[in-house]
């Protein structure tokens, strides 16, 4: 990537660990740079929900990927590059005045974790944390950092809080973990302002973005492809200690999540104190209700495949959400299991053509 040059605004500044960081601090006689908002991850899923809803209100919206995939989302800025390329962040604070980070970005398969855990630590950590030591150049800059339920592990009390035990079961949510402690670690010393939203499920869709992992990974689009396809929907341990032996979750529509996303910027804009928050929709449904969901909409009832846990999953996480509802003044407003189902189910029929 090329960033133009110009040594009246150009700074270097020497890290502890040698590497060098060059930014821009541009005259006070310059214009005045366009305010934009900034999505790590920004081609995925929620990224795309989010660049979505700041588009329809109006915002400048700045991506950044390192994939080569399109975008759903019309008249956005695409940097491609990774969140931990210093020259990145030093192409958009060239062209942008930043009004707040919405760190997405991140690999997000369990199962993945487990098998190729220095994969995980190298992207969700070390990469963001070169992209911290640029963000904390010059005047802070707001982060809003998607971390995740794996946090918690096998909790002891469900509905969870945000106070119980940290004790991951997956590398993926050890690099959660770590990272909303350096994040906590980097607002003491360096007064970087930071919510971090640990999700639960986060499942239906927004506007004209659909939930298209590759691979796909999540629940809802595996569950609807094979029910659509005729094939049996897998469930992933049937031993649990729940009512149906099948694993609990939370699910939140990501409308609801886009949501929170944006009361949380707006926190931290009138002074919030950081700190992690759940967002979940604070009810359980299990993965065999899932299935009896989805044969209620689509109409078609297909048997349950039944195989053996995978490593990392606990039986039950459902979020105790009052600390949203208190700091952020959110409520779920979409997040029951008929609509998250109801979307997902939709969806899966548009990869046909069939919009019936």
């Not at 995740?148 to 002891?156: F, H, I, M, Q």
């Not at 065999?288 to 039944?306: C, D, K, M, W, Y």
Request: with cysteine.
């Amino acid at each position: 990537m090329s960033v133009e040059s110009d040594k009246t605004t150009h700074t270097s500044r020497s890290m502890p660990d040698g590497r060098t960081i060059h930014y821009y601090r541009r005259p006070s006689t310059a214009p005045a740079l366009p305010t934009a908002s900034i999505i790590t991850g920004g081609l995925g899923y929620i990224g795309q929900s989010l660049a979505y809803r700041l588009r329809a209100e109006g915002k400048t919206v700045v991506v950044v990927d390192v994939r080569e995939i399109p975008s759903q989302v019309p008249k956005i800025d695409v940097v491609r590059g990774s969140v931990g390329d210093l020259e990145v962040w030093e192409f958009i604070r060239a062209r942008y005045q930043i009004e707040v980070v919405y760190h997405c970005a991140g690999l997000i398969s369990v199962a993945e974790s487990v098998s190729d855990p220095a994969r995980y630590y190298q992207q969700n950590v070390s990469e963001a944390i070169h992209m911290l030591d640029h963000l904390r150049l010059g005047t802070p800059i707001p982060l809003v950092f998607s971390s995740s339920a794996g946090v918690y592990g096998n909790p002891e009390t469900v509905p969870i809080p945000e106070t119980a035990k940290k004790e991951p079961l997956s590398p993926y949510g050890t690099t959660k973990r770590q990272f909303e402690q350096i994040l906590d670690d980097y607002y003491r010393a360096y007064q970087m302002p930071y919510v971090a939203l640990r999700y639960f499920n986060a499942a239906g869709h927004l506007g004209t973005v659909r939930e298209r992992h590759q691979p796909e990974t999540h629940v809802l689009p595996l569950m609807a492809t094979a029910i659509r396809q005729g094939r049996q929907p897998v469930v992933y341990g049937h031993d649990y200690d729940t009512p149906d032996g099948s694993a609990i979750r939370d699910y939140i529509h990501v409308a609801d999540l886009v949501d929170a996303h944006l009361r949380a910027a707006g926190y931290l804009a009138t002074g919030g104190t950081p700190m992690p928050i759940n967002l979940g929709s604070g009810k359980g449904t299990s993965v065999l209700e899932l299935i009896h969901t989805f044969s209620r909409i689509s109409g078609n009832a297909v048997p349950p495949q039944l195989t053996d846990r995978r490593a990392g999953d606990p039986p039950r996480l459902v979020a105790d959400i009052d600390q949203a509802k208190l700091l952020l003044k959110w409520e779920p407003r979409h997040s029951n299991i008929e609509a998250v189902v109801s979307d997902a189910w939709q969806a899966s029929q548009e990869e046909d053509g069939d919009h019936a």
